[in-house]
Nanobody, 111 residues
Framework: QVHLVESGGGLVQPGGSLRLSCAAS????????MGWYRQAPGKEREWVAT???????TYSSSVKGRFTISRDNAKSAVYLQMNSLKPEDTAVYYC?????WGQGTQVTVSS
């Protein structure tokens, strides 16, 4: 059974940083591009970043230069380092790989 489990969310002040983790089980993420998405209250889920199986990364314009996606295939994990956080980054963040999604982790940016 496949599980993607996000962790690392929380409450942070504007300008702060968080590192999200996504742990995969029952799923060899080494064979898949992996992505992070987010959904703010009252809004549709939006793409944040993707890392390819070769390690190349792409980002939405709203986070480029502030967020960094990475992967550790040996640990079956994907990460999202988020710096210079803004209130508009507040959302539930989801890990995605192939047809699989995690349950999400809440990130709140507020003073």
């Amino acid at each position: 059974q496949v599980h993607l489990v996000e962790s690392g969310g929380g409450l942070v002040q504007p300008g702060g940083s968080l590192r999200l983790s996504c742990a995969a089980s029952g799923f060899n993420l080494a064979y898949y591009d992996m992505g992070w998405y987010r959904q703010a209250p009252g809004k549709e889920r939006e793409w944040v970043a993707t890392i390819s199986i070769f390690g190349g990364s792409t980002y939405s314009s709203s986070v480029k230069g502030r967020f960094t996606i990475s992967r550790d295939n040996a640990k079956s994990a994907v990460y999202l380092q988020m710096n210079s956080l803004k209130p508009e980054d507040t959302a539930v963040y989801y890990c995605q790989g192939s047809a699989y999604w995690g349950q999400g982790t809440q990130v709140t940016v507020s003073s």
